[in-house]
Each structure stands twice: as C-alpha cells, then as structure tokens.
C-alpha cells in the first residue's frame, strides 16, 4: 500500500470501533461504551495527525477540531466514571479511619448526572452527525496521491519523529506541571498508536516488546493524570459542600495526592526501561 491508501485504512478501522460503541453510549448504560469510544477517537486523532499532507482535504479541515470536541466532552464523563465506579471504591475498601463516603459520592453523582446529559447531547448534535458524515465522505474519496511514496520509510519516518517529540519531553519529565505531564502522556500515546498502526510491517516480537514498555510509561503518567483530573473534582466539592463532604474530600484528596508520589517512581523505572528499549523500526 502506499501511505495514502495504508492511513485511510487505518482511519476506516478507528471509525468503525467508533461508531460501534456510540448506540451504547448514547443509552448511558454501559460506561464501559463511553470509554471505547473514547478510544477510538483518540485513535482517529492519532491517524488524523500523522496522515500524508497530500491525504488531508483542506475541505476537511475542521474534522481535527470536532474530533477534540467531542474527545473532551466525553472526556469529562468518564472522569467522573474513573472517579466514582474505581477510584473512590478502592480507597473506601482500604480506608482505616471512618470516613463518610455518602455525601461525597452523591455530590459526584450530580456531577456525573450532568456530564452524561451534556455528553448525550453532543452526540446527538448536528455537530457530531457533521463530523462522522466527513469523515465517511473523505473516507469515501478516490485517493489523489497513491503516488505518496512506499510505505515502509514513511512509517520509520512517524515513527522516529514521534519518538523524538516522545524524548524532548522525557528529559525533564521530574520537573513538568500537570499540563505538561499531560503533553508526555498524549505523545507517548500517539507513539503507541503509531506502533499499532504499523505493527504489521515488523516482526511481532520486537512490536511486542517495545510495546509493553511503551504501556507501562502510559499507564504510569495515567495514574498521575487521572490524579489531577480528581483531585480538581474534589476541589470542587470541598468549596461547595457542608462539613462531611469537604471532610472526605480532603480524604481522598490526600490518598491521591501519596498515590501520585508512588506512581512518579514507578513512571521513573518505566522510561529507563523504554530508553534501554531496542527501536523495532
């Protein structure tokens, strides 16, 4: 294939996971349907980024914008799922003191109550419909440019590219605040996808390898952003509410914020591993 045709096909895999899951999500009850179609569109967004200039329409230049749209509101959905249905259980289970949970968790249930009716309503959107009818309309076009070059050097080119993009920010990675910490876990997972998109050019076992350290860096800058986007949500709670609730908010708060300083030396360990790692490209 030529890297036109290879990406389009890509786009068209990542579509479908998308569309797949958005019935479920739109019923609300599953969450499970909000999070793989979360999924997909951060795939779609990784194809988007590293398709061939010659492959992006500049008709479609607004498909990058409304796949961020509707990635953050969905996002803040499955925040308050993370937070509610994971994290919040786990702590309460392991929790020595008595703590009181329940006003807590029905301020989080308004929350999340109310980001599920903003997420149904993005989904249902002319917005949205737009979005998915461009994408099946660009998906639907003659390639004009199967002339693109072989596919093989433009995968080692995203591939290199994205690992030095990847390594800018791991130098420093001790002394980031959130936001940037939030930039090394969207590079390292379009480094992921990347990968996965062209996994089946190289031999598995190298692929393989290189993922599973690749993973254990994104699972630790995970656990760290999914810190940051609960603690803000217990922020929140703990200037709103009465007494018990700011109580276990602070709680939980402080449980994070030791999970957060665990997980720094776990992502430590992992990006020594993935440094060491041998490039299957």
């Known amino acids: 294939m030529s890297p036109s045709r290879a990406m ?4 068209a895999e990542c579509l479908r996971h998308l569309q797949a899951n958005l019935p479920g999500a739109r019923l609300g009850a599953d969450r499970e349907f909000v999070h793989q179609a979360r999924v997909a569109l951060r795939r779609l967004r990784c194809a988007w980024k590293i398709l061939p200039p010659s492959t992006r329409a500049p008709a479609r230049s607004g498909i990058a914008e409304d796949l961020k749209w509707l990635a953050s509101v969905l996002g803040q959905a499955r925040d308050l799922d993370v937070l509610l249905d994971e994290t919040l259980p786990a702590i309460e289970a392991a929790a020595d003191e008595a703590i009181g949970f329940d006003a807590l968790r029905r301020a989080l249930r308004l929350r999340a109550d109310v980001c599920r009716r903003e997420a149904r309503a993005a989904l249902d959107s002319a917005r949205c419909a737009g979005l998915l009818s461009s994408l099946q309309a660009w998906l639907d076009e003659k390639a004009e440019a ?3 070059g072989r596919l093989l050097p433009f995968a080692q080119q995203v591939l290199r590219g994205q690992r030095r993009r990847l390594c800018r ?4 990675w001790k002394i980031l605040n959130p936001e940037q910490r939030h ?4 590079e390292a997972k379009t480094l ?3 990968a996965e998109f062209f996994a089946s050019l190289y031999g598995d076992g190298e692929v393989s390898r290189y993922l599973s350290r690749l993973q254990h860096v994104q ?4 656990e760290m952003n999914d810190g940051v986007a609960a603690r803000r949500l217990l922020a929140q709670c703990r200037a709103e509410g009465d007494g018990e609730l700011a109580r276990a908010a602070g709680f939980v708060d402080g449980w994070l914020a030791h999970a957060a300083s665990q997980a720094k030396g776990r992502l430590g360990q992992a990006l020594e591993r993935l440094e060491q790692a041998g490039r299957f490209w």
Do not use: H, N, S
Request: net charge positive; charged share 35%; aromatic share 4%.
């Open 8 to 11: 389009r096909v890509v786009a």
């Open 146 to 148: 199967e002339g693109d």
């Open 169 to 172: 920010l791991t130098r420093g």
């Open 183 to 186: 930039d090394l876990r969207k």
């Open 192 to 194: 992921r996808y990347a």
């Open 219 to 222: 699972q630790g800058l995970g």
